[in-house]
């Protein structure tokens, strides 16, 4: 499939081009049902946001990140206005910028870094967590936008461009390294250096990306190379794509850079870029659910969406005369599993920009579905028909939690797919421009 084959992607401002099978009003109402997470479930004492909506759970640095970019979405949309985002964004970023970093029981990060999840209320490390490099990447991200977006003289708009500035320039990605060709997923005050490192295609381009274009800690061009040498290019179902098997990995990065028409080294050499990459992807996902190969009875070419995503529970049960292993919060992958039947609506969602002909009339199916009620926040996280096994219940199983991982592509990628806002956004971001560039990206608008 050739870069030029692919649809554009579509703008609401345009003729619609997703037909009857999702009007602009139900898209709408699907991006502000899950921005409203965002409003909800944050301390508006330091602008934490929850990461998960169960009792006495905390804070994820990842969820913020998603929260300073959607709060400008909010503001584009007229969900909030854009002093309130920009007193937000301000409260969370002044937060950041003045709590403990080190290695002590009350501090938030250290070396620039913060911890994956954090007390909600007092922002002090939870669960003794590790530092999260690629949850700061996505923190750092959203920070970024938000800089680009407050772009207005006044005084609080630029102490908000200081502090995004000010928390990008203390992360030391080189440190992440460890001396090792690629990055570190993360680090403990009690052990050190987690043992895994970043390597196959995954959703760390962005974390990538950024640590190249530090101007006081970056990493060499080198590791990019090496990270990228751990790929898998496959062939599945008839589709070349760089393989990953949960979906959200196609998406996570692309919440923040426009990859259409911007390639490396790795994608040059394959006619592609990561965007028709993604597109692929997709494609993928849906195959899978219409082959089935694990005779679930109720995938198919409206029912797909495999992913990280919360599930019944770790259980071995006999549904349909098939004994089936259920799991519960885990990174799912299409083909190659771990799936017992689970699909998240908000991953579909989430690749509207790729494959809007085939995620429209998914989520005006999933819509049908009422998966969104009760629900304060668009889709459930997850479903799974055939756990409970009862034929006539096209439902079945729902996870109880909403997530600000799941809410923010929801928000972002709609929004992209509408309006390509937060491309525009950070195609003039200085930062990212100087990652893609010594990561060897180049080509359309980066040229």
């Known amino acids: 499939m050739a870069i030029d084959d692919r ?39 330091n602008g934490l946001v929850l990461d ?58 250290y070396r620039g870094f913060y911890y994956h999840f954090l007390d909600l209320h007092s922002g002090a490390r939870a669960w003794r967590c590790e530092l999260s490099s690629v949850d700061t990447a996505l923190l750092i991200a959203g920070a970024l936008a938000a800089a680009e977006y407050f772009d207005r003289p006044q005084t609080e708009e630029a102490e908000l461009r200081r502090l995004a500035q000010q928390l990008y320039e203390r992360v030391d990605w080189a440190w992440m390294l460890d001396g090792g060709p690629t990055l570190r997923h993360g680090w403990k005050p009690e052990t050190g250096f987690l043992p895994y490192r970043w390597e196959g295609y995954d959703e760390a381009l962005i974390l990538y990306l950024l640590a190249l274009g530090s101007p006081t800690h970056p990493i060499p061009a080198e590791s990019y190379s090496a990270w990228s040498a751990t790929y898998e290019w496959k062939t599945i179902y008839g589709i070349d794509h760089l393989y990953a098997g949960p979906l959200f990995i196609h998406q996570m990065s692309h919440i923040w850079c426009d990859f259409r028409g911007i390639r490396d080294a790795f994608m040059r050499e394959r006619d592609c870029d990561y965007f028709e990459n993604s597109r692929r992807a997709t494609l993928v996902q849906q195959q899978y659910a219409i082959r089935n190969p694990q005779g679930f009875r109720h995938l198919n070419a409206m029912n797909w969406g495999i992913t990280a995503s919360d599930g019944p529970g770790n259980v071995t049960k006999k549904v349909d005369g098939i004994e089936r292993t259920f799991y519960d919060y885990v990174a799912r992958g299409a083909p190659y599993g771990p799936d017992d039947g689970t699909i998240a609506p908000w991953a579909v969602a989430a690749s509207l920009p790729f494959a809007p002909e085939i995620v429209a009339p998914t989520i005006s199916h999933m819509t049908h579905l009422q998966l969104s009620v009760p629900n304060p926040y668009g889709f459930k996280a997850s479903f799974n028909p055939v ?48 990652g893609l560039k010594a990561a060897g990206f180049s080509g359309g608008w980066l040229d």
Request: some cysteine.
């Open 387 to 434: 756990f409970h096994g009862e034929h006539d219940d096209p439902v079945g199983w729902v996870s109880p939690y909403h997530f600000g991982i799941n809410e923010g592509p929801t928000v972002l990628m709609i929004e992209n797919y509408r309006s390509a806002m937060i491309w525009q956004l950070m195609q003039r971001c200085a930062p990212l421009r100087a």
């Open 52 to 109: 998960k909506t169960a009792t006495d759970w905390p804070a994820s640095i990842a969820a913020m990140g998603m929260a300073l970019t959607v709060w400008l979405v909010g503001a584009r949309r007229h969900f909030i206005t854009r002093e309130e985002a920009l007193q937000r964004s301000l409260t969370m970023l002044r937060f950041l910028a003045a709590s403990e970093q080190g290695e002590g029981e009350t501090a938030t990060g």
């Open 7 to 45: 649809p554009p992607v579509a703008s609401l401002h345009e003729p619609d081009r997703l037909g009857d099978s999702l009007n602009a009003r139900t898209l709408r109402r699907l991006q502000m049902n899950s921005f409203n997470y965002f409003i909800e479930e944050t301390n508006p004492d």
